[in-house]
Structures are given as C-alpha cells and as structure tokens.
C-alpha cells in the first residue's frame, strides 16, 4: 500500500526526527503535498528537500500548536497527519503548565482539528519512556506490547506523553464531520540516535570539555536498545501505509508498538562511547559515585532545587529518575510491529553507527572550537 496522492501534516517538522521523515516522505512515497508544520521553519530546511520533492508540493506552516485555528487551517485537506511535536524534557527545566499545554493539549487540539477536517490516519510518536522505568529500576529484556509492568511516571515529560497517547488512541474510530471514521495509532521508540541527535552532540561536548574522556553515568550492566533515526522513519511510514490499507486499518487502529531496530543492547553512557570511541574519545570506567550514593547525592539536589525554587528556577543537571531511568535495564522488541505494520529495519547497526560517527566527526571542530572561546 502507497501513500501516493496523500496530502500529510508533519508535525515537528523541523526536528531530528520530523526532517528524516519527510525527506523519507518525498523521496519514496510521491505523495500529492507534504506540510510541515512547526513553531519555526528555517528556510534552508525548505532549500535541503528541493532535490527529492519531484513534483510534491511542500508547504510550509509556521505556528503554535495551542492554536486550534491554527490546526484546523493546517488539516484543511490532509489525508494523513504524522504528530511528532513535543517538549522533551528530563530534569524539570521547563514548566509543568508548558509541557501539559505543549504535550497534551496540542495533541487534543490536533486530533479534534482532524476531526473536524475530515483526515482519516493519526499517527502519534510517542516514546519508551510512557512505560518507565518504574522508580524501583525493575527491569524489562526483551519486553513487548503484552508485558505487564507496574509504573508510576515521575517524569512530567512522560507523564504528558503517556496522557497524549492515551487521548491518541481513544480517539481511533471517532467519526469525521463527513461521517467517515478517524483511524490513529502511537509508536513508542527506543532512544533515537543519529545524524542531528542533540543528546549525542551535548555528551561528546561535556567529553571534549573533560579532557576527551566522556562521563559514565549508567552502568555497563543497564542495557538498552537504542534505535536509528532512519528505521524510526521507516516505521512511520510503515504505520501510515497500514492504516491506508482496510484490512490492516482497523486490526492496527488504537494500538501501539514499541519501535527498536538490531542496534545491540548496551548501556547508555557504553553507547556514546561505542559511535565515538573512533573519534578518540574514551570513558570513565565507574560511576562518579556508588549507586546509592549517587542516588542520594542527587535527591540532595533536588532538595536544595526546590528550596530555591520561589527566587529562582534551578534545574539539577541529574535527578533520581534520569539515574534510574540510566541504570535500569530496559529492551524492547519490534517483532510485534513487524508482524502488523510490515516494519522492517532498513538501516543495519553498521550502517548506523557510520553514519552517526561520521556526522559527529562533522561536528568535531566547531565543538572543540567553543570549548576554546569558553576558556578564553
């Protein structure tokens, strides 16, 4: 199944994700237009996908997504909306009422613009992190859509984004304003790396800073699995051509899947180290501290954060969910998306790992030259 004469909404569209997909959408898919919808658009990102657009129409629409005139005017005559945007945010940086109205709200106000618009596919990204891990770091290998897992999310980015795919998934089988019927579904990737990953950059900058010795964090034992930007976009594109297809569309409509490709389960700080240990970085080889220290040397953090708080908005740089979250061995697998979505990673860890080495290589000089405006 094709989305060939699609029009689609990207939501984030100017994102590490959101970019990655709609280059996917214009080189492969020949859909009619694409919209890319964002707070901001800068103009050479328009410029980048002049070379694959062929003959679809790329539109540009800058906004808020609080907007709900906004949205109804963005959906206006789409067949499919891709709802990527969001706040990330793990160490409490950004307001609560910001990251609901963001995270949440926008997702509602979006999903009643496509009602009222009539588009017939949502597809929600949302993230691993709807699922934990729990504060007590229980662990999940090799977990799937069926696995029972008691989590209580402490995280105000996961607790909107655990909120926003539940509203998503409530909504599959809402009917259109033209009697017709909404079809949604939520993908839950793994953490995303790649070309643009600004998590990655922020690491090989604190390592850079630390003598070319980057800083461990989670133990080697913490396995994750990581996956590559490109197979993300895949399985986007994978989700919006099921929900086209009517036998897939409503076996698929309301449910969501965990997205991971075949990047080896390894530790989180193991892995910055595995894409840039080519670029000469090494890496501590323990904790700064004892787990347990470290746990309560963060909740003193807090403490003094939230003491502070009515003069002044501090985040703490690590807080006991992150080092939880860091040190909680925590895989999942995509076979489940494989077997209804048809989802196929395209991209091998090889092929990846290259990849995001070679654009962190890119990123190298101009890195190490704002460590030396720093110092100066």
Not at 63 to 91: E, M, T
Not at 203 to 223: C, Q, V, W, Y
């Amino acid at each position: 199944m094709s989305l060939r004469g699609d029009v689609c909404v990207v939501t984030g569209a100017s994102g590490f994700l959101g970019k990655r997909l709609v280059r996917l959408l214009l080189e492969e898919e020949n859909i009619a237009e694409v919209r890319l919808l964002d707070k901001r658009v800068p103009p050479q990102l328009v410029q980048t996908v002049e070379d694959c657009r062929g003959d679809t129409k790329v539109s540009v629409f800058e906004g808020d997504i609080r907007d709900g005139d906004f949205l109804q005017k963005a959906c206006r005559g789409a067949s499919i909306v891709f709802h990527i945007a969001s706040i990330i945010d793990l160490n409490g940086s950004v307001e609560d009422s910001e990251m609901y109205g963001v995270n949440v709200k926008g997702t509602q106000l979006l999903l009643e613009a496509c009602i009222q618009e009539n588009v017939v596919s949502f597809i929600y990204t949302s993230t691993i992190e709807v699922m934990g891990p729990n504060a007590k770091g229980e662990p999940i290998i090799n977990g799937n859509e069926d696995t029972f897992y008691n989590s209580s999310l402490k995280f105000a980015y996961s607790k909107t984004k655990k909120e926003a795919e539940q509203r998503t998934l409530r909504a599959h089988g809402e009917m259109l304003k033209n009697g017709g019927r909404l079809a949604t579904c939520a993908l839950r990737p793994m953490y995303i790396f790649g070309e643009g990953c600004r998590f990655l950059l922020g690491h090989m900058g604190d390592g850079i800073r630390n003598k070319d010795k980057l800083f461990r964090m989670s133990l080697p034992e913490a396995r994750v699995n990581p996956v590559y930007v490109g197979n993300v976009a895949v399985a986007h594109i994978q989700a919006a051509r099921s929900l086209k297809d009517p036998p897939k569309r409503n076996a698929i409509g309301g449910k969501f899947y965990f997205i991971s490709d075949d990047t080896p389960p390894v530790s989180y700080s193991d892995f910055n180290h595995v894409v840039m240990s080519p670029l000469g970085f090494r890496i501590q080889e323990k904790l700064p501290l004892p787990l347990g220290l470290f746990y309560m040397f963060c909740f003193f953090m807090e403490i003094v954060c939230a003491i502070l708080r009515p003069l002044i908005r501090i985040a703490p740089p690590l807080n006991r969910q992150l080092l939880t979250m860091l040190n909680t061995p925590f895989t999942f697998s995509y076979q489940k998306a494989k077997r209804d979505l048809g989802y196929i990673p395209r991209y091998t860890w090889e092929e990846a790992r290259k990849s995001t080495m070679e654009w962190l290589a890119s990123q190298l000089p101009q890195e190490r030259e704002r460590k030396n405006n720093i110092k100066k």
